[in-house]
């Protein structure tokens, strides 16, 4: 598969404003998951949570099932992802472990949440019989499962694993999907701040560069 060099640069040349919006909505969300754990009593890192974790999905990526080691990259995975499609939060019930293909290919879908407003039940939604034939992400999920009954079960048993381990955590689960709307608009407010605030200061402070190139042609001296 050759690569698209011309769209590749032009990707890279436009997204700088962009990251820095992103990282601020997740700087936020982290602030807020922050103060949601303090008041539940509860985090991410507590010993008790890892349990749980391990326990629901073993050492397994907890969307495909398949075993995390070299060759199934494992990452921290946020079910409604910590962006501002999903606003997910860094809380109990809503992290746990995946293959770096599967982290991949749901923050794709995250952009669009199709199927559900939650990010990780859109994902698993798709079993190709609520999609056009193009969509990729049930393309994706066909590499897996080819035959189609399979794979409509093999997605519908994985929506169950994560309603389980779900269950013990519903305070924080139903506080953040209550707050959602809330939380969405606050983060395009900041997202929009932050991308005007970047070019007006980058445009600014760019003009301030000396661009006369007639020196970088002077031979340089020699010692």
């Known amino acids: 598969m050759t690569v698209d060099v011309a769209a590749a640069l032009r990707k890279s040349t436009g997204r700088a404003k962009s990251d820095v919006a992103n990282k601020l909505v997740s700087m ?15 985090s991410v890192s507590d010993p008790r949570y890892s349990k749980s974790v391990v326990a629901a999905f073993g050492q397994c990526c907890l969307y495909y099932g398949t075993e995390l080691i070299d060759s199934a990259v494992p990452v921290v995975e946020h079910l409604n992802g910590m962006n501002r499609f999903s606003v997910g939060l860094h809380v109990p019930g809503n992290v ?9 290919k749901k923050r794709d879908d995250d952009q669009k949440l199709p199927l559900s407003e939650n990010g990780w039940e859109s994902f698993l939604s798709h079993d190709g019989t609520r999609c056009s034939p193009t969509c990729r992400t049930c393309a994706y999920w066909r590499r897996f499962w080819p035959d189609s009954d399979l794979q409509q079960l093999s997605l ?35 997202y929009r701040d932050c991308q005007r605030f970047a070019t007006s200061e980058i445009g600014k402070l760019a003009t301030e560069v000396d661009l006369e190139f007639s020196n970088a042609n002077r031979p340089k001296e020699k010692n």
């Open 28 to 42: 936020f969300l982290h602030e807020v998951s922050r103060k949601v754990c303090a008041a539940g009593e509860l």
């Open 96 to 104: 746990a472990m995946s293959c770096k293909s599967c982290n991949n």
């Open 156 to 190: 519908a048993a994985a929506r169950e694993r994560v309603l389980r381990f779900q269950d013990p955590y519903q305070q924080f689960v139903n506080w953040s999907a209550m707050v959602r709307g809330t939380l969405r608009a606050k983060i395009e407010t900041l």
